[in-house]
T-cell receptor, first 113, second 113 residues
Framework: ETGVTQTPRHLVMGMTNKKSLKCEQH?????MYWYKQSAKKPLELMFV???????ENNSVPSRFSPECPNSSHLFLHLHTLQPEDSALYLC????????????FGQGTRLTVV | GEDVEQSLFLSVREGDSSVINCTYT??????LYWYKQEPGAGLQLLTY?????DMKQDQRLTVLLNKKDKHLSLRIADTQTGDSAIYFC?????????????FGAGTRLAVHP
């Protein structure tokens, strides 16, 4: 248990569906991250929120839309995804700006059919 | 560039030492990390080393950093079957008010009897 909880753990969705991934951290951190982990590829940083402001958006397609309503919660809204978006989506949190350690959730395994 | 490279696979016998290697191209990192990922799980922070250190030891884990060669290694002493997992090397650099982590593709460690 890392203090970062992601739901759901598994999600299967059609290309026309809309769904959301949720991340909650109980560590009192003020920075939260979304990473994408595809097979045989390095983890890709998607979005970063620091002090509830988005500070990084790594050229992610607009069909992925993040939301950070407060420092403990992070969402990733999904719509009209493609099969190549199937991956493990990992959430992490840290304490900016001197955040030596980032803690990860268990991830959401997303399958787009 | 911001590449972090690791070999993809390592097989060791139970009780032997494992050495997982990592090289990186950008020397501006402040911290270097080792994460462990077990099947179906998120990333677990194992250890990290500050860029002005050469070595860090934590129980069975020894991290060696060669800044000149931009080479990081993780040695696991007395490797056990429970150590079977994917090990990710990552480098961190403070940018835009948060610690930006760049990951390698991961080394799959298989421990056999």
């Amino acid at each position: 248990e890392t203090g970062v909880t992601q739901t759901p753990r598994h999600l299967v969705m059609g290309m026309t569906n809309k769904k959301s991934l949720k991340c909650e951290q109980h560590l009192g951190h003020n920075a939260m991250y979304w990473y994408k982990q595809s097979a045989k590829k390095p983890l890709e940083l998607m979005f970063v929120y620091s002090l509830e402001e988005r500070v990084e958006n790594n050229s992610v397609p607009s069909r992925f839309s993040p939301e950070c309503p407060n420092s403990s919660h992070l969402f990733l809204h999904l719509h009209t995804l493609q099969p190549e978006d199937s991956a493990l989506y990992l959430c992490a949190s840290s304490q900016a700006p001197v955040d030596t350690e980032a803690f990860f959730g268990q991830g959401t395994r997303l399958t787009v059919v | 560039g911001e590449d972090v490279e690791q070999s993809l696979f390592l097989s060791v016998r139970e009780g032997d030492s494992s050495v997982i290697n990592c090289t990186y191209t950008d020397s501006s990192s402040t911290y270097l990390y080792w994460y462990k990922q077990e099947p179906g799980a998120g990333l677990q922070l194992l250890t990290y080393i500050f860029s002005n250190m050469d070595m860090k030891q934590d129980q069975r884990l020894t991290v060696l950093l060669n800044k000149k060669d931009k080479h990081l290694s993780l040695r696991i002493a007395d490797t056990q079957t429970g150590d079977s997992a994917i090990y990710f090397c990552a480098k961190g650099a403070f940018s835009g008010g948060y610690n930006k982590l760049i990951f390698g593709a991961g080394t799959r460690l298989a421990v056999h009897p």
